[in-house]
């Protein structure tokens, strides 16, 4: 049985887990949607939001650039 004071340990690294499944199913998308922008910004935004992983949230922005977005 979890103790009280590990549960909110133990939910952290759930959640924390949850979201790099996550991650890994976006990057499986964008594997095979190379060009969609939206796609790497919800991959972007669980890296640095979720994961704290600054560097490969910048990378995917700059991928955004080389999708060659069109905003009017």
């Given at each position: ?41 919800i ?5 640095k ?6 560097f ?17």
């Amino acid at each position: 049985m979890i103790e009280l004071e590990e549960q909110p340990e133990v939910h952290r690294k759930v959640m924390k887990n949850k979201y790099r499944f996550y991650a890994i199913v976006v990057k499986e998308a964008i594997d095979r949607f190379p060009k969609n922008i939206d796609l790497r910004k919800i991959n972007a935004f669980v890296q640095k939001t979720k994961l704290n992983n600054e560097f490969k949230a910048i990378f995917e922005m700059m991928h955004c650039e080389l999708c060659d977005p069109n905003f009017y």
